[in-house]
Nanobody
Framework: QVRLVESGGGLVQTGGSLRLSCAVS????????MAWYRQAPGKERDWVAT???????FYDQSVKGRTSIFRSTAENTLLLQMTSLKPEDTAVYYC??????????WGQGTQVTVSS
């Protein structure tokens, strides 16, 4: 059974940093495309960043340059390091796994709130 569990969210001031974690079980973070999404109140869920199986990373323009997506194969965990946080980064952050046969798995989300 595939399970994704996010953690690391919280309340932070503008300009602060957070590291989000997504503990994965049932599949390998190394062998699947992994991504972070976020959903602000009243808005659709938006893509934030992806790390592909081959290690290439991609970022939405809104976070590029102040966000890093990476994985720990030893802990089978997906991470998102965010710096220079802004109030518009406030959202529930979700991790997602895309398997080789295009099956998607989601975590339950972790709340990030950036105060102005």
């Amino acid at each position: 059974q595939v399970r994704l569990v996010e953690s690391g969210g919280g309340l932070v001031q503008t300009g602060g940093s957070l590291r989000l974690s997504c503990a994965v079980s049932g599949i390998s973070v190394r062998d699947n495309h992994m991504a972070w999404y976020r959903q602000a109140p009243g808005k659709e869920r938006d893509w934030v960043a992806t790390i592909q199986r081959d290690g290439r990373t991609f970022y939405d323009q809104s976070v590029k340059g102040r966000t890093s997506i990476f994985r720990s194969t030893a802990e089978n965990t997906l991470l998102l390091q965010m710096t220079s946080l802004k109030p518009e980064d406030t959202a529930v952050y979700y991790c997602r796994a895309q398997t080789a046969n295009d099956v998607f798995h989601w975590g339950q989300g972790t709340q990030v709130t950036v105060s102005s």
